[in-house]
Structures are given as structure tokens and as C-alpha cells.
């Protein structure tokens, strides 16, 4: 057993911990804060009741503090003791919020914004930039050695901190790995799993039984949908077979970086060695009855590009496309929103539908064009994404 | 309770303390005089007349006033133990002339001086050896960053004094501040003392806040790194208001006088705040009305937003107080605003613009801001964006202080800013997880009613007494809430902060009114 072990970073709206063996049997702390003035007594406070909680005696703990809250706090004296102590299998968890809310199966995904698993200063005010989904990350950005403490991060996150509207997303890592992950999400208010590098459907499985085997022991009600990530040949290959494995999955997607690795490809501006792939994404996901939604946009500054690829993404087929800064939401946002023509021409389907109906006529014409139903189908579906953002539809409609 | 200076080996001053009209104790009394505790906005009526400069004589002036060194000059004025020394702030963070002048000062074994600069700035944090061993006996005027932390300690002789910009000029013109003599570090000047800001190797800008130095100090010093050809043009301090004028090698560091370029926020959560500011303005119909301009993160990314939308509405504001920026200047060159009355240029591109376009000119607190000018341009500007350390339930602000009692920050022109239609306070709802909406404010730098808006990222709070501006703005989708809700939702997230450590027996500064009423009391921090 090691006699120090530390944790976190001594980062904005983080802190490190330094936890020490041999302490008196109530536990010693010193506190080095930038908050400290206002805060000490507080951080005190905090230290010693997630010892408390846990269990933990007879050590002695060094705080090097950059105002961060107290569920940073939490976490990651409970990663140090668990360093410390690795027998240790208590837990002290945050207050959890008011009822976080459960997502329907096809709700809006436009948007989904990845944060690294490992930094609380991102987490506190995402939910505010709005995005349809924010993935709290386990996978790429947490280093191999610091996945025990990005996993208690987030499972504090998940508890306590409020993310608005947006769907609750974490992105566990490659199995085997990534069933260990599922422990500090199930419980926790988690309402979709994204699974990289999938490649079958027993993969897919294999999570899902997992995560219905927590949730049952954890009399966990509220449903954990689950967003399969295709980015090697196999999975991409596999996209029907994976999108219709498990009633869970609501949508795949597909993974540009790590799939140009695999097929060994050169990743161009225009994206044509992925086109196939992205296409075999939608196939997959449509024909299983999924969402199908696109890679992440990685250039930040390229606002122009993220609009003419997130265009692109739309003209595929996709329902939404992944993003790295909050500045991205509303780029996005903004590409997926029907242009108002499109609208007040699904409006005027819509009108000569009903019109038919009402005469009783069995061929809809607008004008002198007879409309086939799968152009009824695509203004209906016009009608109703305008609606879930929120536009003023009545406000549009064409005079006569 | 009583008012002690901090020096343990003379008898302690005492002087009573007495609650404002804003509930707050102060001193009756502050380095010897007489006070006034705030009444009131607009409560105050002076008397009298204003102060002078002292009668002189025009061939009493060689037609070349400079002299060979600062020494020399500071010799010939006569600088006695005890005077007074004013000097703008123009040099920001770079000023190069303060801390050369106080050397020389303690060379010539000078003691006791009073420093009232308009403002002071991190750079000055050599001066404090000068506050230690004597030399300086104490500064009136904003303390911020290491002078601030040693004030605040209670380390400082003498009471500081904060004034707003306004304040100062104010305080000068009715002799509250007796100004023996005026620094006025100039960019660009000539053997008469005509200067300018506009141009040279350390050209700031608008060269506003000397004004009143150099017209009602008794002796007026300009410091120059380049002397050009008579006349200085524009000559915005009048050589015939200047007794002496000395060459330095370099008065500023011109990095750290102006930016090179006005970069905008990057960040998401200033960006938002930024954004809600301008729905703000556009859904109360203020977009195209006179506004106050400024360089702060949020209030920069605000105005961008902002020239968007009345780009958008083919709108235009007859003109803009600033704080300039290359934003601002942009404006002006694009026909968005009608003129710019500039207080303070921020960057390079203002600076140019000052020189060159002729409706971007120079203001001074005397047209800005004075309490004693028979108007003065605050009130005729619809909105203003400012900052604040701590805003509380009854929408009394604080700017001087941090929550934890130490000095942060000067007034500015802040106080003197409120004075417009509608003025807004935007910042994030929780600094280092430190919460901005308080219970109490720790020092009252403005009464709640001079405050119109708060805005953040987690919610507009419009002040219930400015019911006007509520019903412009009800029903425009916008994120109302209460300063109640701002409130809790802060400290349900950061947590209730302990009472700060400080000595309530122990004032070490005094917060001014606009009027020069005292509105404040700040107190010794334990450190």
C-alpha cells in the first residue's frame, strides 16, 4: 500500500489533493484555496464529510485549491482515498438535483457537445450554450491513468450539476474497458451511452445487458438509450446489424478520425474517403429505424466550413452532427432549421392534403402538379422539425 | 466607534463615525476634514465659488520652459515636505513617469508627499517602498493590485480617498483636493508646454484627465519623451496653463499604454452574456440612441453584437461616450454612430482615429461627467454596460472592493456613468466560485436606484423601481428574472461565503459619492 497518493489538477475551478497515511484517527486537513477567504471554512467542511462518508481515518490531507465546487471537491478526495486505500469500495456521492429529467426515444440530436471527462470548468455552464445533447467523456481525452478519477468526476456531474435542456450523454470507453465505466453512470441519471468503436451487434449487446443489470439493482426506471459509434471497417460494415441490435439503440454514428485510420485513408477537406462509409451510416440507421447522425466537426475556427459540412451532413440523410465548442451549437442549430421556402411549401402540401382528404379525393394536386406521398411525407416531417425548434409556423403561412 | 490613522507611535486622530443615507457608517472626518455623509442622489447642493490657480505674471516665463531634469524642475517649482502631486492615468499599466518621479523625490530627501493620481495601476507597485520609508505619506485615488493589498492591510498613513473620474474633477474644482502640482506625462509636446496624447512613441490618446491639473494646480510640470516643433497640435493641455517642461528618454511602455490590437472574448460564457445584453438593448428600443462605449470583455462583445443589429435595422446613434476600441472607431467610419466623445482610447486604432477624424475627439470628466458643470454628457446616454464586484437584493453595487474586503478596483467613471437612461451591470453570476449577487453589498460604491439591469448568464434582473424600463421589455422573450433568484440560484451553486475577515474598528479608506459626499467606509483587511 502506498503511503501518499494525489489527485486532480491544481487548474481553474479545480483542485489537487494530497492524501498522506498516518494522520490522527479524525483525519487532518490544510487548505490552500484562491477562495480560501470566503470558502476555507466551506472546503473544510466538504473534505470532511466525503471522508466521513467513505470511511476514510487516519489521514492526513493537503488541499490546493482553485474554487472549485463541491462536487469537484467530492470527487476527487474520493479519488485520492481510492489511490490511497485501493480496497476502498465506498462511495460519497453529491446531492443529486432536482429530478433530472428521462429522453424519449427520437428526440432532437442535432447537436451534442463533447466535454472532457477529467474537467470540471467546462461542465459547470455548458447546459446554457444549449445543446440537444452533452457527452461527458470517458474515452480519448481522460489519459489511461487518470480514468478512476474522470469516472468519479463525472459520476458527481451527473448527479450534481444542471445541464438545462440537453440530453445526458457519456461516452464510456472500448470494451472491455467500458463495462467498468457503467457502475458510475447506470444510478446516476445517465440518459444515453455512447459506445466507440462497436462492431456487432453482440457488442452492442453486451452493453446493454450490462447497463439493464445495474439499472435493475438500482431500480432504475427511467429508460438509458444508447448511441453505437461506428469508426473502424468492421462497424461501419456492420451499421444494420449494430443500429438493430437492442430496442435501446436511438441512434449510430459515425467516427471519421478513427475510421480514416482503419481503412487507410488520407482524411481530406472534402471528406471522400469517408462518403461511402458516412452513407452506410444513414443505410444502417434508417432501415432499423434509427437516427443516423454525422461525425464531429473538430476546427473550431472554421465557421464556414462547419456550416457547409453540417449542409452536407443534412443532405445525406443525417439528424445531427457532433461539435467541440459551445460557439458550434448555434452554427448548427441553424443549418438543421428548415429554410422558411421549404416551410411555407410544406405548408402548402399540407393544405392541398387536407383539402383532398376533406373532398374525398384519393390524388393530391397543388396547382396543376399531382404530389406524390413521398413528397406528403418529407413536408409533414418539415412541419414537425420546425416545430420542435420552435418556429413560428402560422407566422409563415403563404396569403391565399 | 472611532477613526484611527494607523500609526502606533502618534496619538490616534479620532473622529466620529455617522450612518448615510444609504445606511452605511463614515467618518465625519477624513485627514483632517471636515465631511459630508451622503444624502442622497442628487440631495447635495454645493455653495460658493470654485477654486483658483494662483496669480502670475507672463514674464515671469522664459520662452523655452524646459528644464534639464526632473530634479531641476521639482526645484524650481519649490516642492516642499506635505504637498500635494496630482498626475493623470492616461499611461495605463505602462507609466514610466510616476515611479521616476518619486525616486527622485526621495533623492532630494522629500517627505510626506500626497499622491492623488487619477488612477493607479499594477505598474506602481515600486511606490510602496516609497509609502513605507515616508516619502509618499499616502495616495487619494483608486488602489488597486499591490498598493491596493497594502492599503488594505492597513500599512497606509492617512485614509485613502476613491474618487470617480468625475469625482476628482469635482474635487479639484471646489477645493476638497488642493492640487500644489500637476505631472501631465504627454506623448507628444513642445517647449511651451502645448501637449497632446495623440501622437509620438507613447501616444495614449485623449490626454482628458490632466485637464484639471493643468488648469487649477498651483505649479503644472508637463514630462515629455518628444518635444516637437511649436505649435504642439492640437494642443489639447494649453501651454500657458504650464509652469515647467522636462525631457525623460521614455515616459511609458507603449505595449502596455495601449493594445496593439482590441481582441474580442473568446469566452463562451462572456460571448452569451454579451449576446443577452444586446437583446436587451434592441427588445427596451435602445439601439440607435447614445450609448456609453467600453473595453471590458463583456461590454466590447456586447457593442460587437450590437453594430451588427443596427447594421441589420439600418439604424444610427448621433454618438458614443467611450472608452474607444478599433470597435468603436469601426462604427464611426461606417456611419453606425454620429461621433465619438472619447474619455479614453484603448488601442491602436482609436489612437490613429483621435488624430485623424475629426468627430472622434477628446472629452475631459469636465464635460463628461463634473458634478459641479452646468451639465454634463452622463445623462444624455441611453445605455451604459458596466461591470461590478457585487451587486446585492436591493440592487446597491460595489466596484471598489472583493468580497473578501480587500481594494480591487477604482471607480472610474463608473459611478459617474450611472447617470444615463438605463444603466446595466453584466457579469457572470459567480467569479472563482466566489457568487456576485450578495445579501449586502461589502462597500456601497453606488445606491440602489442608480442601477437599472442586471444581466447574466443565467438571467435579466430589471431593478422593480425602474418599472419603465420593465414594461418595455416584458413579453420580448427575453430571461426575466428576480434579483431574488439570482440570489439563490448563486448560492446554490457556489455555496454561502463566510463573513470576510476584517476589523470594522479600523477604516482605512473612504468611498465617495459623485457630489464628494461620502458614501463608504472601507476597513482593514486581517491578513
Known amino acids: 500500500m502506498p503511503d501518499q497518493a494525489s489527485a486532480g489538477r491544481e487548474a481553474k475551478a479545480d483542485l489537487r489533493i494530497v492524501m498522506h497515511t498516518g494522520g490522527p484517527p479524525e483525519n487532518e486537513i490544510q487548505i490552500t484555496s484562491s477562495a480560501g477567504r470566503l470558502f476555507g471554512e466551506r472546503i473544510r467542511e466538504v473534505v470532511q464529510f466525503t471522508l466521513q462518508a467513505l470511511g476514510v481515518k487516519n489521514t492526513r490531507v493537503e488541499v490546493f485549491d482553485r474554487a472549485a465546487f463541491d462536487w469537484v471537491i467530492m470527487a476527487r478526495v474520493e479519488t485520492a482515498a481510492k489511490r490511497l486505500c485501493p480496497d476502498l469500495s465506498t462511495e460519497a456521492l453529491p ?33 446554457l450554450f444549449a445543446p440537444d445533447g452533452i457527452i461527458l467523456d470517458l474515452e480519448d481525452s481522460v489519459s489511461p491513468a487518470e480514468k478512476d478519477s474522470a469516472r468519479i468526476l463525472v459520476r458527481n456531474a451527473l448527479r450534481a450539476v444542471d445541464f438545462g435542456g440537453a440530453e445526458r450523454m457519456v461516452r464510456i470507453n472500448p470494451l472491455p474497458e467500458g463495462l467498468n465505466d457503467l457502475p458510475a453512470l447506470v444510478p446516476h441519471h445517465v440518459n444515453m451511452v455512447l459506445v466507440p468503436k462497436a462492431e456487432s451487434g453482440a457488442n452492442v449487446a453486451e452493453i446493454v445487458n450490462a447497463i439493464n443489470q445495474i439499472a435493475t439493482r438500482h431500480n432504475i426506471q427511467d429508460p438509458i438509450w444508447i448511441m453505437p459509434i461506428l469508426e473502424t471497417a468492421k462497424g461501419v460494415w456492420r451499421a444494420y446489424e449494430i443500429a438493430s441490435a437492442s430496442d435501446q439503440v436511438a441512434a449510430i454514428t459515425f467516427g471519421a478520425e478513427d475510421f480514416t485510420r482503419d481503412v487507410q485513408a488520407e482524411r481530406t477537406v472534402e471528406g471522400r474517403e469517408s462518403f461511402v462509409a458516412r452513407s452506410m451510416v444513414v443505410l444502417g440507421a ?15 475556427e472554421n465557421e464556414e466550413g462547419l456550416r457547409s459540412s453540417t449542409k452536407e451532413a443534412i443532405s445525406l440523410g443525417f439528424e445531427g452532427k457532433g461539435c467541440i465548442h459551445p460557439r458550434q451549437i448555434a452554427v448548427l442549430h441553424d443549418a438543421f432549421q428548415p429554410e422558411e421556402a421549404d416551410i411555407i411549401h410544406a405548408l402548402k402540401v399540407k393544405a392541398a392534403m387536407d383539402e383532398a382528404q376533406r373532398m374525398g379525393a384519393s390524388v393530391i394536386s397543388l396547382g396543376t402538379k399531382m404530389i406524390d406521398p413521398p413528397v406528403v411525407a418529407r413536408a409533414l416531417r418539415v412541419l414537425r422539425v420546425a416545430e420542435e425548434m420552435g418556429i413560428d409556423i402560422n407566422g409563415l403561412k403563404p396569403a391565399g | 466607534m472611532t477613526l484611527r490613522e494607523n500609526k502606533p507611535e502618534e496619538e490616534m486622530p479620532v473622529a466620529e463615525m455617522v450612518k448615510n443615507a444609504v445606511g452605511r457608517l463614515v467618518p465625519t ?15 447635495f447642493e454645493p455653495t460658493g465659488r470654485k477654486v483658483a490657480p494662483p496669480i502670475r505674471a507672463c514674464h515671469q516665463y522664459a520662452l523655452d520652459k524646459r528644464a534639464p531634469s526632473m530634479r531641476a524642475a521639482l526645484e524650481k517649482i519649490g516642492l516642499r515636505d506635505g504637498m500635494t502631486i496630482g498626475m493623470h492615468h492616461h499611461m495605463r499599466n ?19 508627499i500626497l499622491f492623488a493620481p487619477s488612477a493607479v495601476f499594477p505598474c506602481h507597485e515600486p511606490l510602496i517602498k516609497y509609502l513605507e520609508n515616508g516619502v509618499i505619506h499616502h495616495i487619494e485615488g483608486s488602489m488597486n493590485g499591490p498598493v491596493g493589498k497594502f492599503a488594505s492591510e492597513g500599512n497606509m498613513r492617512g485614509m485613502g480617498i476613491l474618487r470617480s473620474h468625475g469625482g476628482r474633477y469635482q474635487a479639484i474644482q471646489d477645493g476638497d ?44 510640470i508637463v514630462v515629455t519623451d518628444n518635444i516637437v516643433e511649436v505649435p504642439c497640435l492640437p494642443w489639447e493641455i494649453q501651454g500657458m496653463n504650464v509652469d515647467v517642461v522636462v525631457e525623460m528618454e521614455k515616459i511609458g511602455d507603449p505595449a502596455k499604454i495601449v493594445s496593439g490590437t482590441t481582441r474580442l472574448t ?32 463583456i461590454s466590447l462583445a456586447a457593442l460587437a453584437y450590437i453594430a451588427d443589429r443596427m447594421r441589420e435595422k439600418g439604424l444610427r446613434a448621433p454618438f458614443a461616450r467611450g472608452g474607444s476600441t478599433k470597435v468603436l472607431v469601426d462604427m464611426l467610419n461606417e456611419g453606425l454612430i454620429g461621433a465619438i466623445l472619447d474619455g479614453q482610447t484603448f488601442d491602436l486604432d482609436a489612437v490613429k482615429s483621435i488624430g485623424e477624424h475629426p468627430r472622434h475627439v477628446p472629452t475631459t470628466p469636465f464635460t463628461s461627467y463634473n458634478y459641479h458643470g452646468k451639465g454634463n454628457w452622463a445623462p444624455y446616454v441611453a445605455t451604459s454596460v458596466l461591470g461590478a464586484t457585487e451587486v446585492d437584493v436591493k440592487f446597491q453595487a460595489n466596484v471598489v472592493t472583493h468580497s473578501d474586503g480587500y481594494l480591487l478596483h477604482g471607480i472610474g467613471g463608473w459611478q459617474n456613468t450611472l447617470f444615463g437612461e438605463c444603466s446595466i451591470l453584466a457579469f457572470p453570476l459567480f467569479r472563482g466560485r466566489i457568487p456576485i449577487v450578495m445579501e449586502k453589498v461589502t462597500t456601497v460604491t453606488a445606491p440602489s436606484e442608480m442601477i437599472s439591469v442586471v444581466i447574466t448568464e443565467r438571467g435579466i434582473a430589471v431593478n422593480p423601481q425602474r418599472a419603465d424600463i420593465l414594461e418595455r421589455v416584458k413579453g420580448k422573450g427575453l430571461p426575466l428574472v428576480t434579483i431574488e433568484e439570482l440570489y439563490e440560484t448563486g448560492h446554490k451553486m457556489c455555496g454561502k461565503p463566510q463573513p470576510p475577515d476584517i476589523d470594522r474598528h479600523h477604516p482605512i479608506a473612504v468611498v465617495k459619492w459623485v457630489d464628494g459626499t461620502l458614501i463608504d467606509t472601507v476597513y482593514k483587511v486581517n491578513s
Not at chain 2, 472626518?29 to 440631495?43: C, D
Open chain 2, 29 to 43: 472626518e477624513v485627514n483632517g476634514k471636515a465631511q459630508t455623509p451622503f444624502l442622497g442622489v442628487g440631495k
Open chain 2, 94 to 112: 505602462g507609466d514610466q513617469v510616476a515611479v521616476a518621479l518619486f525616486d527622485t523625490i526621495a533623492e532630494m530627501g522629500i517627505k510626506d
Open chain 1, 95 to 127: 446531492e443529486a438535483i432536482a429530478d433530472p429529467k428521462p429522453t424519449v426515444r427520437d428526440r432532437m440530436r442535432r447537436s451534442r457537445l463533447y466535454l472532457p471527462g477529467n474537467n470540471p470548468d467546462l461542465m459547470t455552464n455548458a447546459g
Open chain 2, 177 to 220: 483636493l488642493h492640487i500644489d502640482v500637476g505631472i501631465i506625462p504627454a506623448p507628444s509636446a513642445d517647449i511651451l508646454g502645448n501637449a497632446t496624447g495623440a501622437y509620438g512613441p507613447s501616444a495614449c490618446g485623449s490626454l482628458g484627465f490632466a485637464l484639471a491639473d493643468s488648469q487649477y494646480a498651483d505649479h503644472v
Open chain 2, 266 to 297: 473568446k469566452s463562451p460564457t462572456r460571448l452569451l452574456i454579451a449576446k443577452c445584453v444586446a437583446d436587451f438593448i434592441e427588445a427596451a428600443g435602445y439601439l440607435g440612441k447614445p450609448f456609453q462605449a467600453g473595453a471590458g470583455g
Open chain 1, 286 to 300: 434508417r432501415a432499423a429505424g434509427v437516427q443516423p447522425i454525422d461525425t464531429v466537426f473538430s476546427d473550431v
